[in-house]
């Protein structure tokens, strides 16, 4: 995989620039912005990995380009057209056609308790645990999906094909190369596995340091 | 400051910027069509802006600090014990805390999106979402650190957190030296967001505040 959205190890980004806590939305269509693209969710039409997915496969020029909520609005655009909620001649001016899923629309009376409801991601599943905290592991050896060309993966270039070590057993999860392609939820074994970075790195900043991700379990094989 | 007075008009602020525009156009689309309750994106940006914030990421903390059993259990199920104060929802369904000592630094990044705990935090900050951020804090750490002012000593590692996956890391800073007699409330007022999110370290009470 190579999108832009991968971007973890890369080089020639500049500072990061701190900013002041109270600031809370920059511009008031940044707020906008969110408050659509959750009211949306709420459709019930998609869950969070085919939304990642509408994002990060905007166009390579688009995603460099876009500042952040940009891609928000960029990918939810997409995903009402792919979902079959709206029309692409609406976009282009056409008269609106009310929809059938107006039922569903989120009501401000009903905000509070979907937000503190959430949408937990731990599953039931029936694939054994094969390692635990302690074990050696190595990662894929290429960041890709395994079911689908070119489609969704969370496994960053930067820790393919490297060695770790499991420090936490999360339970079972949504496998998103799944997920995000409407192929089912397929839970499985969710483990966070330390990498030093010596291994991740040629020329790490402190030989101590080391990278914890949240990986799951068809992202691994045991390392002898 | 890009703007630090207002009692001039520029021209190019006379028309909303061109994403401005799109956003528009979309609730109102979406508006017209029945999918959208104008109400209810006013009660989402108010969620955000006025009632989710780092100040329940403190609290947290701040009991943490205070309350060895707490503590333990926050470490031990970070779900279970947010979710009891009342900090659970959207993006903060998983929760891990992870704390700073004498020997480890943690710091908590996501390098392919923004993930972020949310009901802890609150929105994002716009340069956890940045490139730069994105691309450095692994490689990195130390410099970003430094960006931020922070310099750690040499015998401490530092531990950077990928949030590849729905759990959401909250970092427990250490408590600054000489604060034993200081009350939740003040002790709350040093855990500031980036310490939280481990760009930042909880500060020091100002001279004179005990």
Redesign the interface.
């Known amino acids: 995989m190579t999108r832009p959205?991968?971007?973890?190890?890369?080089?020639?980004?500049?500072?990061?620039?701190?900013?002041n806590?109270n600031?809370?939305?920059?511009?008031?269509?940044h707020?906008?912005?969110?408050?659509?693209t959750?009211?949306?969710g709420s459709?019930g039409q998609w869950n969070?990995d085919i939304s990642?997915h509408a994002?990060?496969k905007l166009s390579p020029t688009d995603y460099a380009r876009f500042?952040?909520?940009?891609k928000w609005?960029a990918g939810?655009?997409d995903l009402?057209v792919h979902s079959g909620?709206?029309d692409p001649r609406?976009?282009a001016g056409a008269d609106?056609?009310?929809?059938p899923?107006?039922d569903r629309?989120?009501?401000?009376q009903?905000?509070?308790k979907?937000?503190?409801?959430?949408?937990?991601?731990?599953r039931p599943s029936q694939v054994p645990q094969l390692f635990s905290v302690g074990d050696a592991v190595k990662t894929r050896k290429v960041a890709a999906n395994c079911l689908v060309d070119g489609g969704h993966t969370?496994?960053?270039r930067?820790?393919a094909g490297m060695r770790g070590r499991i420090v936490?057993f999360?339970g079972t999860?949504?496998l998103?190369d799944s997920a995000a392609h409407r192929l089912g939820d397929a839970p499985e074994p969710?483990y966070?596995v330390?990498f030093r970075a010596a291994e991740?790195?040629a020329h790490p900043?402190?030989p101590?340091?080391?990278?914890?991700?949240?990986?799951?379990q068809s992202y691994l094989v045991a390392d002898a | 400051m890009p703007h630090d007075h207002d009692d001039h008009t520029h021209p190019h602020t006379l028309l909303p910027s061109d994403p401005a525009l799109r956003i528009k156009a979309l609730e109102t689309l979406l508006t017209r069509k029945g999918l959208i309750d104008p109400q209810a994106l006013d009660a989402i940006i108010d969620t955000y802006e006025n009632r989710i914030g780092p100040r329940n990421g403190a609290h947290v903390v701040v009991k943490a600090w205070t309350d060895p059993a707490f503590r333990a259990a926050l470490l031990e199920d970070a779900t279970k014990v947010v979710s009891e104060l009342g900090y659970y929802g959207r993006q903060g369904e998983h929760m891990v805390a992870v704390e700073n000592t004498d020997s480890v630094h943690n710091m908590v990044v996501c390098t392919l999106c923004s993930c972020y705990p949310w009901p802890l935090l609150g929105i994002p900050p716009t340069w956890y979402k940045s490139d730069a951020y994105r691309a450095r804090a692994v490689r990195e750490p130390r410099k970003v650190l430094a960006d931020f002012g922070v310099a750690l000593p040499s015998d401490v590692a530092v531990r950077v957190w990928d949030s590849t996956a729905e759990v959401r890391y909250l970092v427990i800073p250490r408590r600054p030296d000489g604060t034993d007699g200081l009350d939740e409330k003040a002790l709350m007022d040093l855990v500031t967001r980036d310490s939280m999110i481990g760009t930042g370290l909880a500060h020091y009470p100002a001279a004179g505040t005990t």
């Open positions: 959205h991968d971007m973890g190890g890369r080089y020639g980004d500049g500072p990061v620039i701190p900013e806590e600031l809370r939305f920059k511009e008031d269509w707020a906008r912005a969110l408050a659509v959750l009211a949306s459709l969070i990642r994002r990060e500042s952040y909520y940009e609005i939810l655009a009402l909620v709206v609406e976009y609106p056609v009310p929809s899923l107006a629309a989120l009501r401000a009903d905000v509070d979907v937000l503190a409801t959430g949408g937990p991601a731990d969370r496994l960053p930067y820790a936490r999360h999860h949504v998103p969710l966070a330390a991740l790195w900043e402190h101590e340091d080391e990278v914890v991700l949240d990986l799951w």
